[in-house]
């Protein structure tokens, strides 16, 4: 692929805890629509990477592009206006606040009440399961609607590209089946797609390319159809899939 496909651009980032390297010399990118995938166990750095892209952990070293314009340093609430949709791990919906109060508050940065309306439709449309709870308190949706919702909120802020974290976490295997065929759908819709995903055989069974980051460093690429069938990743990480 040439660069003008290329959408994020990840160039030999490093980021700190403290005195602690939690990313050292990190470098991938997503292309025009893919659906790219991190793996690794507990601790490698994956959710970390995708905090780093938005900034909500600082970048040391390295640079970040997207769509050509650097966002390295940029405050993550222009991350997001610029179309980096980043769900996070755990869902992070504001269990305090109604359905529709959540999706309306994916799209903070439109003034256009009329277009916010439709774009609730259109969520609602997708996850109708939402629409039967549009009034309901999120925290007392059931973990697979909860997920609906963050799904639902972050295409509120009408992504161009779309990081999910973790998103089949503590799901049943029916509603794992259930989120794995909205992030296909989504990406056929054209969005691209970063998912960082434990259960490695679902996120190599949707996406195009991969990449195993383990304590911090990239130490293996490949197209996801040749990783899944690459003895190092089928040990570590799919064995008991």
């Given at each position: 692929m040439s660069d003008s496909n290329v959408i994020l651009k990840v160039d030999a980032i490093e980021t700190y805890y403290g005195q602690i390297c939690a990313l050292r010399d990190v470098s991938f990118e997503v292309h025009d629509k893919q659906i790219v995938t991190l793996l690794g166990g507990n601790g490698a750095g994956?959710?970390?990477?995708?905090?780093?892209?938005?900034?909500?952990?600082?970048?040391?070293?390295?640079k970040i592009t997207f769509f050509g314009e650097d966002i390295t340093t940029m405050p993550p609430h222009k991350i997001v206006e610029?179309?980096?949709?980043?769900?996070?791990?755990?869902?992070r919906i504001f269990k305090d606040l109604t359905v529709t109060e959540n999706?309306?508050?994916?799209?903070?940065?439109?003034?256009?009440?009329?277009?916010?309306?439709?774009?609730?439709?259109?969520?609602?449309?997708?996850?109708?399961?939402?629409?039967?709870?549009?009034?309901?308190?999120?925290?007392?949706?059931?973990?697979?609607?909860?997920?609906?919702?963050?799904?639902?909120?972050?295409?509120?802020?009408?992504?161009?590209?779309?990081?999910?974290?973790e998103p089949s976490m503590g799901l049943a295997p029916l509603l794992v089946a259930e989120i794995g065929q909205i992030i296909r759908d989504l990406n056929d819709e054209g969005i691209p797609i970063l998912l960082v995903e434990q259960n490695s055989k679902m996120a190599l069974g949707l996406a195009d390319y991969g990449y195993v980051l383990e304590t911090g460093n990239i130490t293996l690429e490949g197209p996801a159809s040749e990783l899944i069938k690459d003895p190092k990743v089928v040990k570590a990480y799919l064995g008991l899939a």
């Open positions: 994956k959710s970390t990477t995708l905090k780093t892209i938005s900034n909500i952990e600082p970048c040391r070293v390295g610029r179309g980096l949709i980043h769900i996070p791990e755990g869902r999706l309306e508050l994916g799209a903070f940065s439109l003034k256009d009440d009329r277009k916010r309306k439709l774009l609730i439709d259109e969520v609602f449309c997708r996850f109708p399961r939402l629409r039967e709870r549009y009034d309901q308190i999120g925290g007392t949706l059931s973990g697979g609607e909860q997920q609906m919702l963050a799904v639902g909120r972050g295409l509120m802020a009408q992504p161009k590209l779309l990081m999910l974290d």
